[in-house]
């Protein structure tokens, strides 16, 4: 019988241990298949770029990005009301310690700010969340490991001198057209 409660409290106690915080991970999984939105998971193959012309540095950079998951809210009149709750959602999310922010454009209502979770030589996603009140919002994870400041720009060079395979993008540049 005391093996039953041990087992009991035991289970109670890792069960109650799991963390019910929201964040993004859980909010992306919760609304991929909302109508309001759409899921988008992009790998590095996006960028369509011959590595062997790539600097050491730049494959390094390159070699620690592992993918891009983009969310987005096309609002439209049926949906305001879901649009302002969704939007206050991601922005408590994004209030919480574990999301460290770099920076902030514009205001609250509209504007894009860039997080990341990790320490600043260990990054292990980026997250961009940019809000426009006519169009919606949208959040892009960028999930990698030991990314840090100086590879994202690194990266950055390497996005300027690639071709980028629009092809994945597409669903969400249909979204955006009126």
Not at 49 to 57: H, N
């Amino acid at each position: 019988m005391k093996r039953i409660y041990s087992i009991a409290i035991l289970c109670s106690l890792f069960l109650g241990s799991c963390n019910n915080k929201p964040t993004l991970q859980k909010y992306f999984v919760e609304n991929t298949e909302n109508k309001n939105f759409i899921a988008l998971d992009v790998s590095p193959s996006i960028l369509n770029v011959d590595k062997t012309k790539l600097s050491a540095e730049q494959n390094t950079a390159l070699e620690s990005f592992d993918k891009m998951n983009i969310l987005a809210f096309k609002l439209n009149d049926a949906n305001k009301a879901q649009f302002d709750t969704e939007r206050a959602k991601v922005v408590a999310i994004l209030k919480d310690e574990k999301y460290q922010q770099l920076m902030k454009f514009g205001s609250g209502k509209e504007g894009a700010s860039v997080s990341f979770v990790g320490d600043d030589e260990h990054i292990e996603e980026f997250i961009l969340f940019a809000n426009q009140k006519e169009n919606g919002f949208a959040v892009v994870r960028i999930l990698g490991k030991d990314m840090n400041p100086t590879g994202i720009m690194t990266m950055m060079s390497v996005l300027k001198s690639s071709n980028i395979d629009l092809e994945q993008l597409k669903p969400l540049q249909e979204m955006f057209k009126k």
